[in-house]
DNA sequence: TTTAAAATGAAAATCACTTTCAATAAGGAT
DNA sequence: ATCCTTATTGAAAGTGATTTTCATTTTAAA
């Protein structure tokens, strides 16, 4: 399944000087249609069920220059921390599904009250901010 | 140097079964007295000036079990998440230091009217959060 | 002391990941 | 369509962190 946004990651791909190949296409597809974070070696148990001959280096070397190029990002999770996900657009953060893994976005958050009292108190210039949401999606739930 | 604390960690681990050897004591007192989070490997050589007869098998032994006891917690970075630091009490969060990994904690952050929102507009029942900032701590200020 | 169980470190094993390299495949030029 | 340069590939070897195994040592309770 080759969708719109697929071709535009792998034409994105090929204008950084890279080619494209059927390595490339299958992993691509699977990140793209993936609600949840995969690893390296999920890539690679899925996408050869797709195309047998593909490599474990090539799952790597195609992960990294994908998150060089920003069109996806590596998630930490309790169990692991080199998942990897499509990237969030803009200031949005992640809500994970403790069950099944399944991730949404959201945006909203407020720190600069927050950041402003603590960079008070402890003197610290403060850059950045990593916020991520745990729960149960609807679907699990369900079978709770 | 053996505080308080250190006493008081090594009687919670007598507590629970174990016994009380030189190889712990090293390690409870580094994780106590360090104020940004050590790697295993970091342990160790820090350990071994003390301790040199010590393992470093004994150091991951030792930071499994004071995990799992709660005495410890592993904290995520970007280059790297196998990192301890001594756990936060309560409702805190960290705040560490891009430049020199210092950690402080703060408190006061409410998620509350966020977490209605989100959990409104997804489905999902919220059950905790991570956050953590980022920043440069006074020292790495002044030779910024 | 004695003794049973816990803890230890050396060495080997495992695991995720990276590097090397010779063969292959992509795609621009012709 | 065919060449030709260069990127890409997978196998295999290498690396570094972590775990397992096991014979020996140490702890602490009796
Ligand atoms: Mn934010
Ligand atoms: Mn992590
Ligand atoms: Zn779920
Ligand atoms: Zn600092």
Redesign the pocket.
């Known amino acids: 399944m080759i969708s719109a946004l697929s071709n535009q990651w792998l034409q994105a791909?090929?204008a950084d000087?890279?080619?494209?190949?059927?390595?490339?296409k299958v992993i691509v597809d699977l990140l793209l249609n993936s609600d949840r974070a995969l690893?390296?070696?999920e890539i690679y148990d899925l996408a050869r069920k797709e195309?047998p001959?593909?490599?474990?280096?090539?799952v790597?070397?195609?992960l990294?220059k994908l998150e060089a190029m920003g069109l996806i990002q590596r998630v930490h999770l309790p169990d692991g921390c080199?998942r990897y996900l499509r990237s969030t657009q803009g200031h949005e953060h992640l809500l994970l599904c403790t069950q099944c893994g399944k991730v949404v976005t959201f945006s909203g958050d407020d720190f600069s009250k927050l950041s402003d009292r603590v960079s008070q108190n402890t003197g610290f210039l403060i850059q950045e901010h990593w916020l991520q949401l745990f729960g149960v999606c609807p679907d699990c739930r369900k079978h709770l």
Do not use: D, F, K, M
């Open positions: 791909l090929q000087g890279c080619r494209i190949t059927r390595s490339r690893g390296p070696i195309y001959a593909l490599g474990l280096v090539t790597y070397r195609t990294e080199h």
